[in-house]
């Protein structure tokens, strides 16, 4: 297949040769590795690349991929790392306004039926930049002969990604992995990879985030070599009963480079590594993709997983040859928890949830969104250390160790799915919802759906996560409770949120387990729950710290303990979007928000809402979190 | 309190100005309080001169982001001119406890040059340049020993908007080295003050909170005492640089130590946009509005944390030219 340019002008083409998403586990090749964390069959692509950015589509180096392209006139750029902050384009902060507001007039493909068809509106833009990107690499001797897949956590906002001249895809949201087979391509050594990003396509119609706006390959880029048999995916299922016992069931998805009779061996221990399950799985059929399921197993009495006490089980997944050869270890950290709406309550382990959260952006003042363990550990910290116990991950799924670190911490997950349309029906103009994307619109549908299928196929093994968020500030319509509908068809514990509804009541009993609110007043929390209220009230962004805030939280914090469907809420939010840059006159390092790039229009210090300074210090506001969330620790 | 065995106060009827001066355990005070300027003049004690410029109500706070997002500066942005302008409209003298008229130049014939007295007022009345005026009356009495009481009286008038922040202002001429309190830890405003601990705390520098845009900070709420710390002086003889302090005493009160005056933090919209730090400026707030924080786009704070300016106000404190004896 060849690429095509205009699949950026097109909602319906969103991911052509991208690997289904799958579990975001590790995999060892022995006991050895596994023990050692190193793992032999991965390689990291981070690092110095070549690069040439272009301003606009028709500028950009066309045939740069192909193999004899000569790349001696290309800079360099380190990988991961937004464009912008390389110094290639202009930042910009805006909030809910479309970032070519003012500068270029544009509606969403297919809305405003009968009027504009909008072809090449990013693939002909006189401004739309392209990053395109050179990576030369070989394979390690480990990996070589094997079945190969590169894996990029996150690239904004649209990529196309060659191997050795030959086409290998093309992928769109940003934030989940985007992974490409690369065994047809690859060789030993000398292979050319060259990844064509795009700033916007018409992804950016639902990534609109109140955020600064970046492109470029921000996070991980990984190559992988899968053994012989593999762990595809898999979704452990564990279920706290009543009675305090656990079970456990495992849906399992493997891949074998070559058909043989595999086995596969499933073991759970707890803490102390005493075994608690163990169980063989034989294959029956031979195919080189098989799926299977081990049947529920009773545990016995369980340690359970809750913010106070996040005791996990060690869950380990091994897959055997038929010479009963060990071929590859997959381990996972599991809990058991039980979630469920009683009296239009929601019940952790049987007591009522009170959620004391945050919103959390990923952000580092240094290098924006594209942040290492560094700056998740301090974070978690900051967490812990003022009794937050939930995280809204506003407004796109994070990196993939953040969820491994809640389910460490005990700290309860909002996933939330990269979507935000709020320029499309809400913004400084006004709000009219005459061409919202996804809305009803079917050629809108897929593309949202394919996104709530990432953040639940990565994710869904993660204990922390509680709720599955559709989205932010995207209105409300058919699209969205098809979204709605899928994650309540694959998973039947986790509840559903999304705020959106409160803007269109028609969808209210398709939409959100939880009535979710923002801003609203104590007041009028008050108004919805006596008033024959229909679900439990969670606000999905409350005490807005901009600048010198958090006053009067006294009065949402009594809310807990009158209403039982008051469930508490998540504090926007957790660090001040703010870069560091050189003071022109002073020379001194400085924090700068939007605007102060010449970047126009602008929303200002509108991002400077943390609980956190931008440079992670704690704001004087938090000791007020912390008294207010200690309470209910 | 005071003790018995210090000397009287020395009182000095200058023409344009009214001198108090006296020793509490062999340490000298001398405080000048001005008729022309409206105000105490000069604070010297701990042998430096604590006083910069006269001190006047304050009646703003630099906006906060809610304040900006809720209009709150659009709707009561006439007292940042109350707060910058204000005028004089008496002076009042009492000698212990007595009125007189007031002894400027030809008037103050009559005195000595050993005049005592075991305490002396100043009472200030001030006239704000809005529409409706305001007035406010700042009395000062000084006692043998040295201690300043203050005492602010405030009075409503119908038809003016709410206020940020009712105090007094005191500029220093010198950056304080830090300053140490009793009353709750961090930045506590009325709605925002549950997480605060009580205690005494110590405050290096004169910090001023890195707020993304430069606002009002620094607020100390429930404050009972506050001593500041000062070395450096402007004086071009005196360029001995002994650490020194002075008290506020105060019954619960709110206070702030900045380098900055309000509008100094108004004007900068990033941190490096403010002066070099060069004044002390300490305010003791009678009352204070809340912070707010359900949006910062037009949520207005909860009306228990609202400062009325249709009502009287009154609040007192204490001003002990030594650290605590």
């Known amino acids: 297949m060849q690429a095509d340019i205009k699949w950026l002008d097109d909602p319906e083409v969103f991911r052509v040769g991208v690997l289904a998403a799958h579990s975001d586990h590790l995999f060892y090749k022995n006991e050895q590795e596994l023990e050692k964390k190193e793992n032999s069959l991965i390689k990291s692509l981070n690092g110095v690349w070549k690069f040439h950015y272009s301003k606009c589509p028709s500028e950009r180096p066309a045939d740069f991929y192909k193999s004899d392209f000569d790349s001696s006139g290309f800079d360099e750029i380190k990988v991961p790392c937004h464009i912008e902050m390389a110094g290639y384009d202009q930042i910009h902060y805006v909030n809910n306004l479309y970032p070519w507001e003012g500068k270029m007039y544009r509606r969403p493909a297919h809305t405003l039926s009968g009027s504009h068809k909008w072809e090449g509106m990013f693939s002909e833009a006189a401004y739309n930049p392209v990053g395109s990107y050179i990576k030369e690499f070989d394979l390690e001797k480990e990996m070589s002969g094997k079945r190969v897949v590169i894996c990029f956590e996150g690239v904004e906002q649209a990529m196309y990604v060659w191997l050795n001249g030959a086409f290998v895809g093309y992928g769109e949201d940003s934030f989940t992995p985007s992974e490409f087979d690369l065994t047809p391509y690859v060789k030993e050594k000398g292979n050319i990879l060259a990844v064509e990003v795009y700033k916007h396509s018409t992804a950016a119609f639902l990534e609109d985030q109140d955020f600064f706006r970046f492109f470029g390959i921000f996070?991980?880029?990984?190559?992988?070599?899968?053994?012989?048999?593999?762990?595809?995916?898999?979704?452990?299922?564990?279920?706290?009963?009543?009675?305090?016992?656990?079970?456990?069931?495992?849906?399992?998805?493997?891949?074998?480079?070559?058909?043989?009779?595999?086995?596969?061996?499933?073991?759970?221990?707890?803490?102390?590594?005493?075994?608690?399950?163990?169980?063989?799985?034989?294959?029956?059929?031979?195919?080189?993709?098989?799926?299977?399921?081990?049947?529920?197993?009773?545990?016995?009495?369980?340690?359970?997983?809750?913010?106070?006490?996040?005791?996990?089980?060690?869950?380990?997944?091994?897959?055997?040859?038929?010479?009963?050869?060990?071929?590859?270890?997959?381990?996972?950290?599991?809990?058991?928890?039980?979630?469920?709406?009683?009296?239009?309550?929601?019940?952790?382990?049987?007591?009522?949830?009170?959620?004391?959260?945050?919103?959390?952006?990923?952000?580092?003042?240094?290098?924006?969104?594209?942040?290492?363990?560094?700056?998740?550990?301090?974070?978690?910290?900051?967490?812990?250390?003022?009794?937050?116990?939930?995280?809204?991950?506003?407004?796109?799924?994070?990196?993939?160790?953040?969820?491994?670190?809640?389910?460490?911490?005990?700290?309860?997950?909002?996933?939330?799915?990269?979507?935000?349309?709020?320029?499309?029906?809400?913004?400084?103009?006004g709000q009219n919802s005459s061409w919202n994307v996804p809305g009803d619109l079917p050629e809108w549908k897929e593309v949202v759906l394919d996104r709530a299928r990432n953040n639940f196929e990565t994710f869904k093994n993660h204990v922390s996560i509680l709720f599955w968020s559709l989205g932010n500030e995207s209105y409300a319509g058919e699209n969205?409770?098809?979204?709605?509908?899928?994650?309540?068809?694959?998973?039947?514990?986790?509840?559903?949120?999304?705020?959106?509804?409160?803007?269109?009541?028609?969808?209210?009993?398709?939409?959100?387990?939880?009535?979710?609110?923002?801003?609203?007043?104590?007041?009028?929390?008050?108004?919805?729950?006596?008033?024959?209220?229909?679900?439990?009230?969670?606000?999905?962004?409350?005490?807005?710290?901009?600048?010198?805030?958090?006053?009067?939280?006294?009065?949402?914090?009594?809310?807990?303990?009158?209403?039982?469907?008051?469930?508490g809420g998540f504090i926007w939010d957790f660090i001040d979007q703010a870069l560091f840059v050189q003071d022109e006159v002073t020379g001194k390092k400085v924090l700068r928000y939007g605007g102060d790039f010449d970047d126009r229009p602008s929303e200002r210090s509108f991002s400077g809402n943390g609980i956190l300074f931008a440079d992670r210090t704690e704001k004087p506001a938090m000791q007020e979190v912390r008294y207010y969330y200690g309470l209910y620790k | 309190m005071d003790c018995t065995n210090n000397e009287k106060l020395k009182i000095i009827y200058g023409d344009a100005t009214l001198g108090i001066g006296g020793k509490k355990e062999g340490k000298?005070?001398?405080?000048?309080?001005?008729?022309?300027?409206?105000?105490?003049?000069?604070?010297?004690?701990?042998?430096?001169?604590?006083?910069?410029?006269?001190?006047?109500?304050?009646?703003?706070?630099?906006?906060?982001?809610?304040?900006?997002?809720?209009?709150?500066?659009?709707?009561?942005?006439?007292?940042?001119?109350?707060?910058?302008?204000?005028?004089?409209?008496?002076?009042?003298?009492?000698?212990?406890?007595?009125?007189?008229?007031?002894?400027?130049?030809?008037?103050?014939?009559?005195?000595?040059?050993?005049?005592?007295?075991?305490?002396?007022?100043?009472?200030?009345?001030?006239?704000?340049?809005?529409?409706?005026?305001?007035?406010?009356?700042?009395?000062?009495?000084?006692?043998?020993?040295?201690?300043?009481?203050?005492?602010?009286?405030?009075?409503?008038?119908?038809?003016?908007?709410?206020?940020?922040?009712?105090?007094?202002?005191?500029?220093?001429?010198?950056?304080?080295?830090?300053?140490?309190?009793?009353?709750?830890?961090?930045?506590?405003?009325?709605?925002?003050?549950?997480?605060?601990?009580?205690?005494?705390?110590?405050?290096?520098?004169?910090?001023?909170?890195?707020?993304?845009?430069?606002?009002?900070?620094?607020?100390?709420?429930?404050?009972?005492?506050?001593?500041?710390?000062?070395?450096?002086?402007?004086?071009?003889?005196?360029?001995?640089?002994?650490?020194?302090?002075?008290r506020f005493e105060m019954e619960k009160l709110g206070f702030s130590c900045l380098p900055y005056t309000a509008c100094e933090l108004e004007n900068a919209d990033h941190q490096e946009e403010l002066p070099p730090k060069r004044r002390t400026v300490m305010c003791v707030y009678g009352a204070v509005r809340g912070v707010g924080g359900i949006d910062s786009w037009g949520a207005d704070v909860e009306p228990a944390y609202y400062v009325d300016a249709e009502k009287d106000m009154d609040f007192s404190f204490c001003i002990v030219p030594f650290a605590k004896a």
């Open chain 1, 219 to 429: 996070r991980n880029v990984t190559l992988y070599a899968k053994p012989q048999i593999h762990v595809e995916d898999f979704w452990a299922k564990p279920v706290l009963l009543e009675n305090g016992n656990g079970k456990l069931s495992l849906d399992l998805r493997l891949s074998m480079k070559k058909v043989c009779q595999a086995k596969v061996e499933v073991l759970l221990q707890d803490e102390e590594e005493k075994v608690c399950l163990n169980r063989e799985l034989v294959l029956e059929k031979r195919k080189q993709e098989i799926c299977l399921t081990m049947e529920e197993a009773e545990i016995g009495p369980v340690k359970i997983w809750d913010n106070h006490s996040p005791h996990l089980y060690h869950l380990l997944i091994k897959l055997y040859d038929e010479k009963g050869e060990l071929i590859e270890i997959v381990p996972y950290p599991i809990g058991f928890r039980r979630l469920e709406i009683k009296n239009k309550v929601i019940y952790l382990n049987g007591k009522r949830l009170i959620i004391n959260g945050v919103n959390r952006h990923e952000w580092s003042a240094e290098s924006g969104r594209c942040i290492g363990m560094n700056e998740m550990r301090q974070d978690m910290e900051h967490i812990l250390a003022n009794h937050i116990n939930a995280v809204r991950t506003c407004h796109y799924p994070n990196q993939i160790p953040w969820y491994y670190l809640c389910d460490e911490k005990g700290i309860y997950l909002m996933a939330e799915t990269n979507l935000e349309s709020h320029g499309s029906w809400q913004n400084p103009g």
């Open chain 1, 480 to 567: 969205i409770a098809a979204m709605n509908t899928f994650f309540k068809e694959k998973d039947k514990e986790r509840l559903v949120h999304y705020e959106g509804v409160f803007h269109n009541r028609i969808y209210e009993d398709r939409i959100s387990d939880v009535e979710s609110r923002m801003y609203a007043t104590p007041e009028q929390v008050k108004e919805y729950l006596i008033h024959n209220p229909k679900k439990p009230f969670i606000l999905c962004e409350y005490m807005h710290d901009m600048g010198n805030s958090l006053g009067g939280m006294a009065s949402y914090i009594a809310l807990l303990d009158q209403y039982e469907m008051y469930q």
């Open chain 2, 28 to 246: 000298e005070f001398h405080y000048i309080f001005s008729y022309a300027a409206s105000g105490m003049e000069s604070l010297y004690a701990e042998g430096k001169e604590w006083l910069y410029s006269v001190p006047k109500p304050t009646f703003w706070r630099a906006a906060t982001d809610n304040d900006r997002g809720n209009k709150f500066c659009q709707k009561s942005g006439v007292w940042i001119a109350a707060d910058l302008f204000i005028k004089c409209i008496d002076v009042l003298v009492k000698v212990d406890g007595k009125e007189i008229p007031l002894p400027v130049m030809g008037e103050n014939n009559q005195y000595s040059e050993e005049e005592r007295a075991e305490q002396v007022e100043l009472v200030y009345t001030y006239e704000t340049v809005i529409n409706p005026p305001a007035r406010v009356q700042v009395s000062y009495r000084v006692k043998t020993g040295g201690r300043i009481f203050i005492s602010v009286h405030y009075k409503g008038r119908e038809g003016l908007p709410q206020l940020p922040v009712f105090g007094m202002r005191f500029i220093m001429p010198t950056c304080a080295d830090k300053f140490i309190y009793e009353g709750l830890s961090g930045e506590t405003y009325p709605d925002r003050k549950a997480g605060g601990v009580e205690g005494i705390y110590e405050v290096e520098g004169l910090p001023v909170t890195p707020y993304l845009r430069p606002q009002d900070c620094g607020m100390h709420m429930d404050t009972k005492w506050v001593e500041i710390y000062r070395s450096r002086q402007l004086s071009n003889c005196q360029k001995e640089e002994k650490q020194t302090c002075i």
